[in-house]
């Protein structure tokens, strides 16, 4: 059973897809704090120095200097300055087809794992940042290789078994879904086909989705549009209806109606507010 599980979970990562949006090396000032926000990306967090707390979810950590920390994109989450020397880390943000929170929840991966000197993170990292700022030909491969080297490191020390971990046969099956929905966001999703996809009866595969995601199928893909017209206000100068339509919603006006009541902006003022600190700093 863990031989299969870990070579489930490669099988499944092999499909992984980035997109780096920032990476830096920050020394954090006494202004390093935020409260109640969920960006649509991931981070990456490397602590060199320092100290600080970061909550994510319900839960709240305090890296310290020479661990790693992987926070998934979509969940709420916090972070501040202690009483002692803020953090110097290096950092970035990423974008990924991958929902990385349910391969955390699933798998009951820690967010955060202490690091080998000799695993050349500072290394990948400084590449982040030096690739973006001096562009060449293969920029973009060297950039992908550094981040995986990160993810994957990550990923290793994270994986362990646990005995309440669900049976494989229903991980494999939910997160087929999962990928079954990301990439077909933009068309009518029905529960009949998602209960085909994972070959189970509609009733027990809307339960089964429940008991493990914590939210029914519908309001799932509902939220992952909402995360995903976030991403494209953010990080893109499309035309709202355009960012409607790429997201799922297929009306509008509805969209502007939606998003405002989940997210208490319109789309465009959402797009107006999104802050230097949201794009550029930790």
């Not at 030096?130 to 981040?147: E, F, M, Q, V």
């Not at 893909?221 to 953010?234: D, G, N, S, T, V």
């Not at 902006?265 to 802050?275: D, K, L, T």
Request: some cysteine.
């Amino acid at each position: 059973m863990e031989k299969d599980k870990k070579q489930w979970l490669n099988d499944y990562l092999s499909k992984l897809r980035i997109e780096l949006l920032h990476a830096k090396l920050s020394v954090c000032g006494r202004d390093w704090k935020r409260f109640n926000y969920a960006p649509s990306y991931n981070k990456l967090y490397y602590i060199c120095d320092g100290e600080g707390w970061i909550q994510f979810g319900n839960e709240q950590y305090t890296p310290r200097p020479g661990e790693l920390m992987f926070i998934p994109g979509g969940v709420l989450q916090s972070f501040s300055v202690t009483e002692g020397t803020p953090y110097t880390m290096y950092w970035c943000h990423f974008r990924s087809n991958i929902q990385f929170v349910h391969l955390f929840n699933l798998f009951d991966l820690p967010k955060v794992v202490k690091t080998d000197p000799s695993a050349g993170l500072q290394q990948h990292f400084r590449q982040l940042s030096d690739h973006r700022a001096n562009g060449g030909p293969a920029t973009t491969l060297k950039i992908y290789s550094a981040l995986f080297a990160i993810i994957a490191y990550f990923i290793d020390q994270a994986y362990e078994e646990k005995d309440d971990t669900p049976q494989m046969m229903s991980v494999r099956k939910l997160l087929d879904t999962i990928h079954y929905i990301d990439t077909h966001l933009t068309q009518e999703l029905t529960i009949e086909e998602l209960a085909q996809t994972a070959h189970f009866h509609p009733n027990y595969f809307i339960r089964f989705f429940k008991k493990h995601l914590g939210m029914p199928p519908k309001r799932y893909i509902y939220e992952r549009r909402l995360e995903e017209a976030k991403h494209l206000l953010a990080f893109t100068d499309l035309a709202v209806n355009e960012v409607a339509c790429r997201a799922g919603f297929n009306d509008g006006s509805y969209f502007s109606a939606a998003f405002k009541k989940s997210v208490g902006f319109s789309p465009s003022e959402y797009r107006n507010r999104v802050s230097i600190d949201e794009r550029t700093n930790p």
